[in-house]
């Protein structure tokens, strides 16, 4: 068994129910991208790594297991690197060469990353991940006017705040707040999706 986060006080499936239950709100974000995805398969397919995030998530806080927890890290690999390559071809309008150039810079700064689990209770790993949404962020409010990528890198400071906090808040809140982690991240892909759905929508009826 795993022991990694402050709710979780022993074995068995509930013992992190808040860390479990949470996890409902990524299925929640992943019905509301799919029912506004129009029929196009690339923002269901985003939809879908959503719930699959939350059933990955969802195994590794009741099992807590090794195995459990690669079906958890996993699909959020799998999402951000989806994601960027969706938003690099299709907003960005770059070749599929200069979209794997940049896949591959981001795949190597989060092996990088990876191994960075002491400080901040392992949150440094997604490093990579906000840099590249603050960057992509930036980049999208100057070329389309829309704040969204900004408000999502935002959003997903904020997630991680909550993330770094659990273990060294735990002696004054017990429950910790690693489901804080959970709720955030569920409104951070739904709105990636959202963001990332309308503005490749306006790009092409240009």
């Known amino acids: 068994m795993l ?15 808040r860390n479990a239950f949470s996890n409902l709100a990524f299925l929640l974000a992943a019905l509301h991208a799919w029912r506004s995805a129009d029929g196009r398969p690339d923002v269901r397919m985003l939809a879908a790594l959503i719930a699959v995030i939350g059933l990955g998530s969802g195994l590794f806080h009741t099992l807590a297991t090794p195995i459990a927890q690669w079906c958890d ?10 994601f960027l390559w969706l938003y690099l071809r299709r907003v960005r309008d770059l070749t599929a060469a200069a979209c794997a150039a940049w896949l591959a810079v981001f795949v190597i700064a989060l092996g990088a990353a990876a191994p960075l689990t002491a400080p901040l209770n392992g949150s440094l790993a997604y490093a990579p ?4 949404l603050a960057a992509l962020g930036v980049s ?14 935002a959003l997903f400071l904020a997630s991680l705040t909550a993330r770094s906090l659990d273990l060294a808040l735990c002696p004054r809140w017990p429950a910790g707040t690693h489901f804080l982690w959970h709720l955030l991240n569920a409104l951070l892909l739904g709105r990636l999706a959202q963001v990332y759905a309308r503005a490749s929508a306006s790009l092409t009826r240009r």
């Open 140 to 153: 999208h409010l100057r070329r389309l006017r829309d704040p969204g990528l900004l408000l999502a890198a």
């Open 3 to 17: 022991d990694l986060y402050c709710e979780r006080l022993g074995p068995g499936l509930l013992a992190e129910p």
């Open 73 to 82: 890290v996993v699909p959020i690999g799998l999402f951000q690197m989806s």
């Open 129 to 132: 991940a906000l840099i590249a």
